[in-house]
């Protein structure tokens, strides 16, 4: 499913326009990227969380050239799945 997709299922489920669903898609997709650019997490009720994470630093080695090169550290964007989101997911159940 695309972003048009989405938005066209989102905007019929809710009974909003296209594009008073898009405006509101944007808004929270927004308030998300500030939190996690203030390293909060954002926990979603029955779907899961997304969490900033820092990867630390740690040395490379090239296969090729066997040259070893320092990667710094990152911050990284992780998700972890509400456990009935999990089970229904494994599950294979709509």
């Known amino acids: 499913m695309n972003n048009k997709e989405f938005i066209s299922e989102l905007s019929q489920n809710t009974g909003y326009s296209i594009a008073d669903t898009t ?3 944007n808004n929270v997709i ?3 990227s500030d939190c996690f650019q203030e390293n909060d997490s954002v926990v979603i009720p029955n779907f899961g969380a997304f969490e900033v994470k820092k990867k630390l630093e740690r040395i490379m ?3 090729s050239t066997q040259q070893r090169m320092l990667v710094p550290p990152k911050l990284v964007l992780g998700f972890k ?3 009935a989101l999990k ?3 494994k599950s294979g159940k709509k």
Request: hydrophobic share 45%; aromatic share 0%.
């Open 23 to 25: 405006k509101l898609l």
């Open 30 to 32: 927004n308030a998300m």
């Open 61 to 63: 080695v090239n296969p």
């Open 81 to 83: 799945p509400n456990l």
């Open 87 to 89: 089970e229904k997911l």
